[in-house]
């Protein structure tokens, strides 16, 4: 089990950005990652996800405004996010995932609050 810790999040006005980051305790190279999110009364939902190639996958109500990257150097995921509205408001999380349904598949960390608010 490798460990995750986020980070990034906080309080922002709808239209603004912010650029969370992910810190895995292991090596990231050959898997895929995703970021997922939460809000109060609601599953935990995949909101984008990048293969240990490169390539991208977003939920469609993030598509256009959330970019998702990756520095293997670093052990680190980036989600940024930018054109926030409020219903992007919610504690996100990322996961190693299985590539392709994209399940996660390592235990949680603590999450970053994200609340978009004027």
């Known amino acids: 089990q490798v460990q995750l810790v986020e980070s990034g999040g906080g309080l922002v006005e709808p239209g603004g950005s912010l650029r969370l980051s992910c810190v895995v305790s292991?090596?990231?190279?050959?898997?895929?990652m995703g970021w997922f999110r939460q809000a109060p009364g609601r599953q935990r939902d995949l909101v984008a996800a990048?293969?240990?190639?490169?390539?991208?996958n977003y939920a469609d109500s993030v598509k256009g405004r959330f970019t998702i990257s990756r520095d293997n150097a670093k052990n680190t995921v980036y989600l940024q996010m930018n054109s926030l509205k409020p219903e992007d408001t919610a504690v996100y999380y990322c996961?190693?995932?299985?590539?392709?349904?994209?399940?996660?598949?390592?235990?949680w960390g603590q999450g970053t609050q994200v609340t978009v608010s004027s």
């Open positions: 990048i293969t240990s190639g490169g390539s991208t």
């Open positions: 996961n190693v995932v299985v590539s392709g349904a994209y399940l996660p598949v390592s235990a």
């Open positions: 292991g090596n990231i190279l050959r898997v895929a």
